[in-house]
């Protein structure tokens, strides 16, 4: 359904730093760029992830009540985005890492809010 997603960053760096950690623990690759307009890109067969500082010119802020989500191989996988996205300067938020029994069935997650205060979590459905 989505191309890409791009979200707005103050510190440029430090958030290219997070994201590298935190998707490096996912299997993604570092980031390339910058590109012309200064944003680092996380790309996959399945789509592209941004960061950068808004083109408006704006301070970046998050979405209230967003969440942006990224696939996670394994329940190993989202406890290492955690750890390293913790390291990288992130910062928990809501429950412990773990598994949640819910509506969409049982889910390993992860929540963190990035240097900017974006919402991000890794995800993998269990069975």
């Known amino acids: 359904m989505f191309t890409h997603l791009t979200v707005g960053a103050n510190d440029v760096e430090a958030s290219r730093k997070f994201y590298d950690a935190a998707l490096g623990?996912?299997?993604?690759?570092?980031?390339?760029?910058?590109?012309?307009?200064?944003?680092?890109?996380?790309?996959?067969?399945?789509?592209?992830?941004?960061?950068?500082?808004?083109?408006?010119?704006?301070?970046?802020?998050?979405?209230n009540g967003g969440t942006i989500g990224f696939a996670a191989a394994d329940g190993a996988a989202v406890e290492a985005f955690h750890t390293a996205g913790l390291a990288a300067g992130g910062t928990a938020i809501e429950d412990p890492p773990g598994v949640r029994d819910g509506a969409?069935?049982?889910?390993?997650?992860?929540?963190?809010?990035?240097?900017?205060?974006n919402k991000i979590c890794a995800m993998h459905r269990l069975g």
């Open 104 to 117: 969409f069935g049982k889910l390993h997650l992860a929540y963190l809010r990035d240097p900017s205060g």
């Open 25 to 63: 623990a996912l299997g993604i690759e570092p980031a390339s760029g910058p590109d012309p307009k200064g944003r680092y890109w996380w790309r996959t067969s399945r789509g592209a992830f941004a960061v950068g500082k808004p083109i408006d010119g704006e301070p970046a802020c998050h979405a």
